[in-house]
Every structure is written in structure tokens, then in C-alpha cells.
């Protein structure tokens, strides 16, 4: 993909993707529009112990990134599996400010989830392990049951294959009762399909340059 390197009003860095002219992250911040819906309501709405995470977009990782960061701060043990068909070119990784704005040992966290090998579980700390999957939604039916769901894909009008009933209904296989599903979109059809689904469905308050975002848990 033809990708440039943008800095966000956080300071953070996103990605800009030229031939879908989308952008990986919000651009009114890139780690506070995944500290708002991926963590504060998702991966902080777990109970203590151990979680099982799936994300539906690897991206830059850094997601990743905020999720080990987390687990560790709270001793929560998460298992996280995470799905991307075109990974991010490494040189364009290397120049991402994540690492350096996470705070001690944040770059360090962050080389050794990219440096992970693709399609096998790597031990990353003792709160954090990762299975970095080479392929999507559309391509494979991860095993598992999952106790929280990022789903990061692209947007609907940019990658349509991603957000269609197969795919949400792919998803809730993966999921038990008490699962949460978090996704930055709120797009009306997706509320409807969670639904049919048997999940409660609400809209919570977005981040500085959204309105709302979608949080469903499983019934």
C-alpha cells in the first residue's frame, strides 16, 4: 500500500493510506482514540485474572502496545490473538513515535511485539502473550473463544468485505456470554447485526473528533 506518516493532534502518529485516502487511526489523536474505546471500554471492563483478546486488525500494533502496557499496570494476564492480511512495512514501523510517548520501556514493549513471528504465540512478558495471525476474517475462522473483540478493520465504506453479516456472524461464534465487542464505528447496520446476534448493543460518548462508538455484550 502507498502510506505516508502523519502526526495526530495528540502528537501521536497514524498512518495515511493514499489509495483508500483513510487514515489507520483518528486523526484528532491516534493513542487517545485507542486509549478511549479499546481500552478504557473494553479491555479495562474485564475482571481480574485472565483475558482473552481478539483484534480483527493488527494495524501498527498499537493497540497491542496499550493493551501489554495495561495488563501489566492492573496484573491482568491477556492472551491476545490478532489478525492482519497486509502487514505494515517494518521501515515505517521503526519511525512510529508509540514507544517513545508510552513512557518507560514503552519502545522496548513495542520492538518485541513487532519483532514477534507471525503465526505462532510469542511470550512478550509474563502479563502479555501474542499470536500475531498472517491473514483476516474473510480468509480463516480463528480458534478460541474470546472474551473481548477489538474490531479495528478499516472503515465499512473503505472495506466493505470486513463489516458484512458472514463476518460479524464469524465473530460472535468466538464470543460466550459476557464477551464484549468494542469498534470505533457506529454505523447503524453493524448495531442492527450485533443485535440479531444477541448482543446489547449501546453507543457510548466517542473521542475528541467522534461522537459515539459502539460497545456490545454478548447475552
Excluded: C
Aim: proline letters at 6%; glycine letters at 10%; a neutral charge.
Amino acid at each position: 500500500m502507498d502510506t505516508e506518516l502523519r502526526i495526530t493532534s495528540d502528537g501521536s502518529h497514524t498512518l495515511y493510506v493514499r489509495g483508500m485516502d483513510e487514515h489507520y487511526h483518528s486523526r484528532f489523536g491516534a493513542m487517545t482514540e485507542s486509549e478511549h474505546i479499546f481500552i478504557n471500554a473494553g479491555l479495562g471492563t474485564m475482571p481480574p485474572g485472565k483475558v482473552s483478546i481478539l483484534e480483527v486488525g493488527f494495524g501498527t500494533g498499537l493497540n497491542a502496545l496499550l493493551t501489554a502496557i495495561h495488563a501489566a499496570r492492573i496484573g491482568l494476564r491477556a492472551s491476545y490473538k490478532t489478525l492482519e492480511k497486509e502487514p505494515v512495512d517494518p521501515a515505517l514501523i521503526n519511525l512510529l513515535n508509540y514507544g517513545s510517548l508510552a513512557g518507560e520501556g514503552g519502545q522496548e514493549l513495542f520492538n518485541a511485539i513487532h519483532a514477534a513471528p507471525w503465526n505462532s504465540p510469542e511470550v512478550i512478558t509474563e502479563w502479555f502473550t501474542i499470536e500475531k495471525r498472517l491473514t483476516d476474517l474473510t480468509a480463516e475462522d480463528p480458534s478460541g473463544i474470546y472474551d473481548l473483540v477489538y474490531f479495528d478493520a478499516f472503515g465499512p465504506d473503505k472495506q466493505p468485505e470486513m463489516w458484512n453479516p458472514d463476518v460479524i456472524r464469524k465473530v460472535a461464534t468466538l464470543t460466550r456470554t459476557g464477551s464484549v465487542f468494542v469498534t470505533y464505528s457506529a454505523k447503524g447496520n453493524l448495531k442492527r447485526m450485533l443485535r440479531a446476534l444477541g448482543f446489547d448493543v449501546t453507543h457510548l460518548p466517542g473521542p475528541p473528533g467522534k461522537r459515539v462508538f459502539t460497545r456490545a455484550v454478548r447475552k
